[in-house]
């Protein structure tokens, strides 16, 4: 049935699997995707939404790098906003809400106009693994299909195990089996396994809500999208969202069920994510507390079903629905489905290389909550990654790795495989030490490059890149060596409270001023005039005002890369011994052995590594 050897298999259809099956394809990779369910490809199995704080920044690195989830973003949004617009254009983040059902239509069908692209719907139970190097996959129907690489992306599904209150049985979703055999087979391998947790709310009947005692939440008044590219164009109409609250009553209303909870009674023992807590972890951790925030959003443009943002829970259906009715405006409420917890199994990803290939089996890569991360934004970026270097691994060319000043994918997978993670791993602005350099307006001149230089990225998506950094840069240039009239520009500053001006000046000192914007300095007839001759949108607008506004802290910020780039240069020797080193102290020998880092800098990052520890090796390595 099987006569191909594939070069690249990828194990899971969700966003990693998704994005890794799309790049591998796209570099000319024979690849086969194999999932349980081919009518769940990129299923979004909890909240309907992409982007977000710092995830929208991976979004737009997905597809500045030629990835596809900015694109099924684009195109099955109901809702844009950017968040964070009142702070520096390094909080700037991108997020929509989607219509599920449109997202995973989308992506399948991106999927199958990918050429070099096959597919197959059956589970997968263990690998073909020989001399320490993958050469397949088996089935649970017993087939064998070989191939030069294999990408694992199963999501929840690695004996998955579903709680709700005093129930549970196996599931990798609900209504979906979860997927056996790997796990125990890695784990002899050598594998280190662990158990994680993540949750889900209910979904409601919309038309049982009374949405007059919420308050609305529309998109933004002026909508942008997600991808570099002119595929897609920004929305003209949107679905609200509405915000209501918990209160005491509906607490106590919880509070009863906590005796028959997974989470409180012991049944449930993995970490579940942090910064995503599930509504009856908040009211225990935050009892001071007396109301939380629930965000009521659509699931897409017709459908009447209600995700409850805020409201994950893995209580008793009959105490979900008892609280849930104690809510403003849900007094009537009718449940689609309950919430519910569930925990899977995911491997430590301390045991990965950088391109997030496995250390003890060659031609083998994990992407996803396999590697103990949370949100589909994650998921799709390390896909995106694994499947690069599956590919360039066949194809015998150099791996693709992102540094920490390169990208937040680069933070991502330096984090994961540096540090580890013992709960959900989840992306934040703050844990990117140059943020500043890492903005989502900018992801594509940071990465189209390097993509093209790939053959992932379109020549289109290079000359679309090309032109604006052309026309970004003759237009802060424009700014620099124009001047303007104190007569003219005056009323303007006067209007914004600003210093007037006592004669001539360059526009880009006035434009530097912290109140005053690119809307204030269209005022001047020859800025607007030299926006319409030469045709620029807002893209490249928006990049030239904040080159111009942030262009002291953006070069500061590049200094301080560079200092610390240096330190990534300094190779360390493969499977070097670090027992030896006893001026070490015997902490940083056992993490520096463990995770055998590639680069001093890596090293400097390993929790227990001091900076005497740093400087040790340094004097060893002749710096």
């Known amino acids: 049935m099987f006569n191909t050897v594939y070069d690249v ?88 809400q989607s219509d599920r059902m449109r997202f995973a239509e989308d992506w399948r069908l991106m999927l199958e106009g990918t050429e070099n692209l096959d597919f197959y719907q059956e589970m997968v139970s263990g690998l073909i693994v020989e001399n320490n190097k993958v050469a397949g996959v088996k089935t649970s129907l017993g087939l064998e299909i070989r191939s030069k690489s294999v990408v694992l992306t199963n999501g929840t599904f690695l004996n998955g195990l579903i709680h709700i209150g005093d129930k549970n049985f196996g599931g990798g979703r609900a209504g979906e089996k979860a997927a056996t055999g790997i796990t125990e087979q890695l784990v002899g391998f050598g594998f280190e396994s662990g158990r994680m947790k993540t949750g889900t709310p209910p979904r409601v009947d919309g038309r049982s809500l009374d949405f007059s005692k919420m308050t609305e939440q529309p998109g933004d008044e002026n909508p942008e999208k997600f991808s570099y590219l002119d595929v897609t164009k920004p929305l003209t109409k949107q679905r609200s969202c509405y915000l209501t609250y918990t ?27 942090r910064y995503c807590p599930s509504i009856e972890d908040k009211i225990n951790r935050f009892a001071d507390k007396d109301r939380h925030q629930l965000f009521v959003e659509p699931e897409g443009w017709n459908t009447v079903e209600m995700y409850i943002n805020g409201f994950s829970t893995s209580l008793p259906e009959d105490v979900q629905f008892k609280a849930l009715s104690s809510v403003a405006g849900f007094e009537k409420v009718k449940f689609f489905r309950p919430g519910y917890a569930i925990e899977y199994d995911y491997f430590p990803p301390t045991q990965l290389q950088h391109t997030l290939e496995t250390k003890l089996v060659e031609g083998l890569y994990f992407a996803g909550q396999i590697n103990g991360t949370t949100g589909y934004e994650e998921a799709a970026s390390q896909g995106l990654m694994a499947g690069i270097n599956a590919a360039l691994k066949v194809q015998e060319r150099d791996p693709f790795i992102l540094t920490r000043s390169e990208a937040y994918i680069g933070v991502l997978i330096d984090d994961l495989i540096t540090k580890g993670t013992e709960e959900p791993y989840r992306m934040f602005t703050s844990r990117a030490e140059y943020r500043t350099l890492l903005r989502q307006d900018n992801a594509d001149f940071r990465l189209t490059p390097k993509s093209f230089e790939l053959g992932l990225a379109s020549e289109k998506r290079m000359r679309r890149m090309e032109d604006k950094q052309t026309k970004s840069e003759a237009f ?5 060596d124009t001047s303007v009239k104190h007569e003219e520009i005056n009323p303007i500053l006067e209007a914004k409270d600003s210093a007037l001006m006592k004669q001539s000046d360059k526009m880009q000192k006035i434009f530097s001023r912290p109140n005053i914007s690119i809307d204030d300095m269209r005022q001047v007839a020859s800025v607007e005039s030299y926006i319409q001759e030469h045709d620029l949108d807002n893209e490249i607008i928006e990049q030239a005002e904040i080159q111009i506004k942030y262009s002291g802290y953006i070069e500061k910020e590049k200094n301080n890369a560079d200092k610390l780039n240096r330190l990534e240069n300094i190779k360390i020797p493969k499977n070097f011994d670090y027992s030896n080193l006893k001026s070490m102290s015997l902490e940083a020998r056992e993490k520096l052995n463990k995770i055998q880092p590639v680069t001093i800098s890596q090293a400097s990052r390993i929790s227990g590594v001091s900076p005497s520890d740093v400087s040790v090796l340094l004097v060893y390595m002749g710096r």
Request: net charge positive.
């Open 476 to 480: 802060v240039k424009f700014f620099a």
């Open 9 to 96: 298999i990828v194990v899971g259809g969700g966003h990693a699997g998704s994005e890794a099956a799309a790049a591998a394809a796209n570099m000319g990779s024979k690849t086969l995707l194999i999932t349980m369910n081919l009518q769940n490809i990129a299923q979004m199995s909890c909240n309907p939404a992409m982007g977000g704080i710092a995830k929208g920044q991976i979004v737009r690195e997905i597809d500045a790098l030629g990835g596809y989830s900015g694109i099924v973003s684009d195109t099955s949004a109901i809702q844009f906003k950017m968040l964070n617009k009142s702070k520096g254009p390094a909080m700037w983040s991108p997020r929509v």
């Open 247 to 273: 209160s005491s009553e509906v607490h106590d209303l919880l509070r009863e069920g906590f005796d028959r909870s997974p989470m409180f009674n012991g049944r449930i023992k993995s970490l579940g994510p």
